[in-house]
């Protein structure tokens, strides 16, 4: 068997739409929606990415697109945040209550982490797509840290 050696999808840059708008069609027909296209904006967004999950990021991006757009085009409001590159600030972390003798920051990050997790899951009345935006993480990742902290 002879490998096939394709470029990195950042390489193909003009490959982007054709393969964004394949799943697109793959998953209106999958959910049953009607989405006829996907915003200029939408698409500068798509198209600046660096993809380092190549074609199966784009497909998880689109899946996750389709599902959450509720207008007839994707909108950037519908990516990830990572691709809209609109990422929220985080609040400066205090470090001047650092105890002299130390303490266990892996398990004190732990703890924030969870956190944020149980108030996001609040605030989203326990929706994982709605607590992942409000997180500016994917849909698996928060149902990976919502069973990892036991918080259903």
Known sequence: MIPISLPPLRERREDISLIAE????KYNEQMGKDIVGISHEAMERLQQHE?????????????RAVALEPTPSILPDSLPTSIRGDAPRVPAANVDGLPESGFDLEAHVKEIERGYIAEALKRAGG????????LG????????LVKKYNLR
Not at 22 to 25: I, M, P, Q, S, T
Not at 51 to 63: Q, S
Not at 127 to 134: D, S
């Open 137 to 144: 993480l994917e849909f698996r990742q928060v149902r990976y």
């Open 51 to 63: 993809w380092p999950g190549n074609i199966r990021e784009l497909e998880n991006v689109m899946e």
């Open 127 to 134: 929706n994982l797509t709605k607590a992942g935006r409000l």
């Open 22 to 25: 394949h799943f697109l069609a």
